[in-house]
């Protein structure tokens, strides 16, 4: 079993709905990543929690610490978020993020 | 501020051929990572350095792989020979020093895709 599970590994969605990508993790954490990878491109870093819930523009991420899972959600989706969205563990001891296999979501106009 | 820089971008190579990658980090960053992310998986780390010493080179192939960050700034990943399941993005990254409760500063360089045919 892989110490960060993503789901769903496949999301396709019309434009303007509501998307929910869930990660759980199974080791300690410092902080839990959401990054962000277009293909043939780089990773941008999105979001980094240690607890409660952030937002930026339409996407919100929420971490329950207890039961070690993370939600990552877009409001009004747009094509122009497709992409892998990826949840990483932050290793408290080293700082190495331990990633989960990621989420392909595609947005259809 | 500027990114972290990675190359080159693209590389094919034979089968038992050599390759390195460069990566030149954050300014300030003591901390650099190389990951390897093979089609379809999510990225996983080979080796990482806080300034010129490696803090976890447990998943580095050593009968093939090498890294080094002899002053502490730049880093070069070496494979030879390389393999044809080598053939992934090397991804650089680097944070600020590790352990000292410092959560920001975590960057990503663009990537090396590498295919060994």
């Known amino acids: 079993k892989n110490e960060v599970e993503q789901s769903p590994q496949n999301l396709t969605a019309q434009e303007g709905e509501f998307i929910t990508i869930n990660c759980s993790y199974s080791?300690?954490?410092?902080?839990l990543h959401w990054l962000q990878q277009h293909p043939g491109g780089g990773i941008v870093s999105l979001f980094m929690l240690s607890s409660g819930k952030k937002k930026h523009g339409r996407l919100i991420a929420t971490i329950n610490i207890q039961e070690k899972h993370s939600s990552l959600h877009i409001t009004a989706s747009h094509p122009r978020d497709s992409a892998v969205y990826i949840c990483?563990?932050?290793?408290?001891?080293?700082?190495?993020?331990?990633f989960g296999t990621g989420t392909r979501l595609q947005v259809f106009p | 501020e500027a990114g972290v820089a990675q190359s080159p971008r693209y590389k094919i190579i034979e089968k038992r051929q050599s390759v390195a990658f460069w990566c030149n980090p954050i300014s300030g960053h003591a901390t650099l990572y190389w990951y390897q992310q093979i089609l379809g998986q999510g990225p996983k780390l080979l080796i990482q350095f806080q300034n010129n010493g490696v803090v976890d080179d447990s998943q580095l192939p050593k009968d093939r792989f090498s890294a080094e960050r002899l002053k502490g700034v730049d880093s070069t990943l070496k494979i030879q020979p390389a393999k044809l399941e080598d053939s992934a993005v090397y991804l650089c990254?680097?944070?600020?020093?590790f352990g000292q409760g410092n959560f920001g500063g975590y960057t990503f360089g663009s990537g090396t895709r590498l295919t060994v045919v």
């Open positions: 080791v300690g954490i410092s902080a």
């Open positions: 990483a563990a932050r290793s408290p001891n080293t700082d190495k993020l331990i």
């Open positions: 990254a680097s944070s600020l020093s």
